[in-house]
Structures are given as C-alpha cells and as structure tokens.
C-alpha cells in the first residue's frame, strides 16, 4: 500500500469550530508532515513529525495543533481559525526525515467562514 | 526566502514536443527533488537526484544537477495531455534532526492535445 489517505476531502468551519484533519499511511514511514498551500503557491511547511515525536514547528500559530497518535496516523486540530486560514492542507509521509521522497496526500480543501 | 525558484512560471507547448523547465537554488543542498501536482490534487514525486549526481532518468522524464550553478533541469519528452500539471523543485534545509523541503513557486505546464 504506497498511499496516504486524508479525510475529509472537503471542511467547511466556522472561527469558532473545533474540528480535526486526519491522515494515514501504511507505508511503515517513520516522518510525517503537514504542510498548507494557497491557490497558486507552493506548499508551505507546517509540521515534521520524525517517530512520532515533533520535531519542526514552522512557527505556526496555536490554533493549528498538530497530534501524532501512532506511527501511522496523523491529525491536525484546528481551533478558532481565521478566513486567512483556508487553503488546501496536505500530508504528506516519507521512511525517514531525512533524504527520501515524500509521499502526499490528496490534501484536505479548508475553507473557514 | 524561497530556496528554489522555477523558470518559467508558464509553459505552453503542443502535444509531441518536449517540456524543459529550470531551477534554480540559493544555498548548498543534499538533494533535489522534482513534483508534480495536478490542479487542486496532491504532489506526485518523480525524482530525487543528489548532489553528488549530475544526471538522472525516469522514463520520459530526464533531471539534470550543476551544483556550480546551483540549478536543475527537468526535461520531460514526448510530452503528453496528461502531463498537464504544475511542477515543483524541491530542496532540502537541514534542521536538527529533520529535513525541511522548500518548495519553489513551481512552473504551470500546458500540453495542448
């Protein structure tokens, strides 16, 4: 299984919402990571999970909390968010945090009201 | 600031003819990756050649490094409908134990049937 699935595809969320993104592999990947792009940007990095524990933070605000349950689950809740935040989110895995390709996701289409 | 920038932002070509696109880096690396991503999809890997490489190939895609130049080259021949997308170079920036991936502002290719 070389895929890594993200639900849900699309969230639609008011700023005072509470409401989680998750994504999965089974890849048996040891890095994980969320990154957040813009129409007609590139991605931008938020978090690198390396075995499950934090290991960058991009200086992302508090209302972006990111959670590694397992080696292959990742969430990203999200709490009080800002219109500016909708974007497209992505996941995106790889077998170490270092030096390999990055597997993504489809990407999780957030749009905040 | 971005770690790679792509030349050009848009390219257009008929279907049959050959795609080249540049990019070009600021610091040293370890290794470049090129994406791809179809429009509001997520990114597809297609190769990762590193520094101590001048020269890769995967089909019909064809990657070249000049770490004196500090840029790279993605040729994709014979070009296809179907490799209508957005293309991304993507260095690495070590930090700590992790590899971030900074993504330059990508090249949108249009091959006209």
């Known amino acids: 299984d070389t895929e890594v699935t993200q639900t849900p595809k699309h969230l639609v969320m008011g700023m005072t919402n509470k409401k989680s993104l998750k994504c999965e592999q089974h890849m048996g990947h040891r890095a994980m990571y969320w990154y957040k792009q813009k129409a007609k940007k590139p991605p931008e990095l938020m978090f690198v999970?390396?075995?499950?524990?934090?290991?960058i933070n991009e200086s992302v605000p508090s209302r972006f909390s990111p959670e590694c349950p397992n080696s292959s689950l990742l969430n990203l809740h999200l709490h009080a968010l800002q219109p500016e935040d909708s974007a497209l989110y992505l996941c995106a895995s790889s077998q170490l945090a270092r030096g390999y390709e990055q597997f993504f996701g489809p990407g999780t289409r957030l749009t905040v009201l | 600031s971005q770690q790679g920038e792509e030349d050009p932002q848009a390219l257009s070509i008929q279907e049959g003819e050959n795609a080249t696109m540049n990019c070009s880096y600021k610091t040293s690396i370890n290794n470049l990756q090129w994406y791809r991503q179809n429009s509001g999809r997520g990114l597809v890997h297609l190769i990762l050649?590193?520094?101590?490489?001048r020269e890769k190939h995967s089909g019909r895609l064809r990657v070249t490094l000049d770490t004196s130049k500090k840029s790279s080259s993605l040729l994709i021949t014979a070009s296809r409908a179907a490799d209508t997308a957005s293309y991304f170079c993507?260095?690495?920036?070590?930090?700590?134990?992790?590899?971030?991936?900074?993504f330059g502002k990508g090249t949108k290719l249009t091959v006209n049937p």
């Open positions: 050649i590193r520094s101590n490489e």
């Open positions: 993507a260095t690495d920036a070590r930090r700590g134990g992790s590899e971030k991936l900074v």
């Open positions: 999970y390396s075995y499950e524990k934090l290991s």
